[in-house]
């Protein structure tokens, strides 16, 4: 099929290449130009496991090309959306990004054509965008939802083997589309209207999201009985209705995902005159969870005030370079206002502009660098790089009073507090 694909950030950037992987001819229209221009060469903005061989096989072999031009959108027979859709301050979906590309759409396109939201919209906007953007063209332009899941990371694996494909749609023909553009797929199908497609993404971020607050609040009043998390959190998961994924305690959720759709779903509820509770706790749950960790860390060490203190990990999560909503970036903030001087280092993470204003601190080369003369070390992103590393290196490096936060309780306790270090961990008590 000929494809058009919307804006090549995470979501569109990889479904491009595996649908050119799949056989599909493929145009993406990425409105960034230096991004645009990398693409073309074949070299990736990002770092995404296994997307850099997709990319050049695509671009080598004339299935997948990039433009900056939207009116390369003409003549596909599918135009996928996956514009960015970020949070305001106040929490609102900031739809000025689907706003733009669907006044070039209702321009441009040439029909009948097949447009796939991918991006993650608030419910009841494909109805609302067909009435303000396709009403002339109504019948010709078949709007469809298709939430997209992927993890950061392990996005290309998510993308062939998903465990599910969404897909709300007004007519038959549209969701036969979709299922011919996901042919090489293996996935259930679940087919429903547009808003509840469009419900279904938010509530699985949510869902999960309240799995990380509600795991951290038991974490937190592990600490205050004497309870260990680790052991708590595995025997609950072990029973198949609650499920052991997603019940790691640790510095709470990041990430380009979790934290703005929660408040936007959180933003939406109000506005439709529902008071959300549950959700406003898991937020503010995990807005907490960053603070705790550096008023312990206070505690440790009696005052933050002129203390050296080494951050471990800038990114989201391992596997990926991207530190939007990054708890350590909050973190460093934090115990840079405590009076604390912050130095850092993270294998992979790239300070780009997306993540917002940066907080101060020396980012190193190598963690040993960043551990030289720090009273304490924090564990951010539980990299594999971390369990790895030298700690007797480490020890003779650091300074007294010699704490190790592990704020993703990652480390071996018995093994770095054999070392001589304080070791903290979250919910352990
Ligand atoms: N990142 C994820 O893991 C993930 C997973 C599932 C769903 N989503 C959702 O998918 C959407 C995209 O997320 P992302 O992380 O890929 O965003 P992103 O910000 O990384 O990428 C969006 C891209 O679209 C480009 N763009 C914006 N307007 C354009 C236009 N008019 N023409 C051409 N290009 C344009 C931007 O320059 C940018 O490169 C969001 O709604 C997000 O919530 C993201
Ligand atoms: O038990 C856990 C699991 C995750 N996290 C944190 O939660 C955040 C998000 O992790 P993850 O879900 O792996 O990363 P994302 O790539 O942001 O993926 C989420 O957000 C995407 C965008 O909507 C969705 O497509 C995915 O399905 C959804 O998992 C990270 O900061 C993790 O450190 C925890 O603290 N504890």
Redesign the pocket.
Known sequence: MLVSV???????LVAACCLANSGHRVKC????RS?CEMLAGGLLPFYEEGLGDLLARGVKGGKLSFSTE?ESIKNTEIIIV????PSRPDGKVDLG?IF??MT?ISELATEPVTLIM???VPPGLGLQLQKRFLFQKSGKIAYVSNP?????GR?VKDWYQPERIVVGAETPEAVETVKSLYSDIEAPFCVMDISSAEMVKYASNAFLATKISFINEIANLCELVGADIIPVARAVGMDGRIGGSFLQAGLGYGG??FP??TKGLDFISTLNGHTFNLLKAVIEVNARQRILAVRKLSRLLDSLCGKKIAILGLSFKPGTDDTRESPSLDIIRMLGDEGAEVTAYDPMAVLRQ?AGPLPEFTLCGDPLAALTSSHAAVITTEWREFLDMDWEKAWKIMSPPRVILDGRNCLDPHKIKSLGFQYAGMGRA
């Open positions: 919307i804006g090549a950030g995470y979501v569109g229209v990425e409105h960034d991004k939207i996956a514009v960015g859709t990004q733009g590309v070039d991918k991006s993650t997209e899941f992927l993890r950061e996005a380009s995902c703005k759709d997306n």
